[in-house]
C-alpha cells in the first residue's frame, strides 16, 4: 500500500507563504498523477493543484490560481505545493493525493472520486 506523507504546515499571517512537501517513503511518485487537496471546516474537500508526472500537465482551482504552485523535485521524490499571498479564506486542513489518472489539464478539475490514495493531512492557517 503506497503511503503519502505531508510536511510544512504551519500558522502564517495573511500575505504570507508556506510550502508543502509530500513524499512517498520506499515508492515513487512516477505514474499516477499527484494531487493537493484541502478542507476547511463544515467545507467539502476541494482538489487545488494537479500534476501529470506523464506529461507535466497542471491544474489549478480558480480560487488559487496564480498564487499557488504545484512543483516535483525528481530527485528527492517529492512534490510541493507553494503558496504565496496567502489568505484567511486559505485556512484548511491540506491533503496530498494520489490520482487515478495519468494526466491533468486545466480545464479539468479533479475530485476526490479522482483519488485512491490520501495522505494523513497538514493544517494551515491563515491569520494575523
Known amino acids: 500500500q503506497v503511503q503519502l506523507v505531508e510536511s510544512g504546515g504551519g500558522l502564517v499571517e495573511p500575505g504570507g507563504s508556506l510550502r508543502l512537501s509530500c513524499t512517498v517513503p520506499g515508492s515513487t511518485m512516477d505514474g499516477y498523477a499527484s494531487a493537493w487537496f484541502r478542507q476547511a471546516p463544515g467545507k467539502k474537500r476541494e482538489g487545488v493543484a494537479c500534476f501529470s508526472h506523464s506529461d507535466g500537465g497542471i491544474y489549478y482551482a480558480d480560487s488559487v490560481k496564480g498564487r499557488f504552485t504545484i512543483s516535483r523535485d525528481n530527485a528527492k521524490n517529492t512534490v510541493y505545493l507553494q503558496m504565496n499571498s496567502l489568505e484567511p479564506e486559505d485556512t484548511a486542513v491540506y491533503y496530498c493525493?494520489?490520482?487515478?489518472?495519468?494526466?491533468?489539464?486545466?480545464?479539468?478539475?479533479?475530485?476526490?472520486?479522482?483519488?485512491?490514495?490520501w495522505g494523513q493531512g497538514t493544517q494551515v492557517t491563515v491569520s494575523s
Open positions: 493525493a494520489r490520482a487515478t489518472m495519468l494526466w491533468c489539464e486545466d480545464s479539468s478539475p479533479i475530485s476526490r472520486t479522482d483519488i485512491s490514495v
